[in-house]
């Protein structure tokens, strides 16, 4: 017999600097389940608790955790689990199934693809991902460097990824490579992406091309559906 499932979105940035956007794009999305859902704000005290209680009275044995983001951080990979197995020690008849971010899905690659794919290519300008990032996950450059590899090969253009901060971040490589680029911001922050968009002008000038962002773009919703539907969600 199948267990109930349910979902809880996970969102890790402040609900005041979310991209409002991307917050319909939530909504739109959980109009097309098929099960209980809802929508946890991470930095929120006791609202993760709460949403798997909720859930749990709504008759949910599996609660599945879709990271509303492109990549993983320390609070993804690490924390949230820790934080979820300890509420359910308390609920012995739930069991959590954790996805992974959005940045691996189909979608998210053939958008890219699909916008590089517009812009001139006499000379290809190489592109410069930048995501946010937190300080001890390697998991978040795994996967950055996993999607750069398959758009570097589909595209034909040297990508690179980059962070906010240490060794691998855009500002470092900002400086290290003097050609033109082609910039493209994964971030959900709406007062963040604004900061480094002021950022990269500063350091770069008319040099920098920075290309519209995938929330505005609506590619997140399509990143959101590919995952719920390969886990029996819609």
Not at 51 to 76: C, Q
Not at 77 to 98: D, G, H
Not at 205 to 211: F, H, P, S, W
């Amino acid at each position: 017999m199948e267990r109930k499932k349910s979902v809880v979105f996970l969102i890790t940035t402040d609900k005041k600097h979310l991209n409002q956007s991307l917050l319909q794009m939530i909504n739109e999305v959980a109009l097309q389940l098929t099960v209980p859902f809802e929508i946890c704000f991470l930095n929120e005290k006791n609202r993760l608790a709460e949403s798997i209680l909720d859930l749990a009275t709504k008759g949910s044995r599996e609660i599945i955790f879709l990271p509303v983001s492109l990549f993983s951080t320390a609070e993804i990979s690490q924390t949230l689990p820790e934080r979820v197995n300890a509420i359910l020690k308390k609920e012995p008849a739930l069991t959590a199934t954790f996805l992974q971010p959005l940045g691996s899905t189909r979608s998210i690659l053939h958008s890219l693809v699909d916008q590089l794919a517009q812009q001139p290519n006499l000379l290809p300008q190489p592109v410069l991902l930048i995501a946010a990032d937190t300080a001890n996950s390697a998991t978040f450059y795994e996967e950055g460097n996993t999607l750069t590899q398959k758009l570097t090969i589909i595209s034909g253009r040297k990508v690179y990824f980059a962070g906010l901060l240490g060794e691998s971040s855009y500002k470092k490589l900002l400086a290290q490579i003097k050609t033109p680029l082609l910039i493209q911001l994964l971030l959900t922050d709406d007062d963040l992406a604004a900061k480094v968009t002021a950022e990269i002008y500063s350091l770069r000038g008319k040099q920098a091309m920075i290309l519209p962002s995938l929330v505005e773009s609506y590619h997140l919703e399509k990143a959101m559906l590919e995952r719920l539907k390969n886990a029996g969600c819609i």
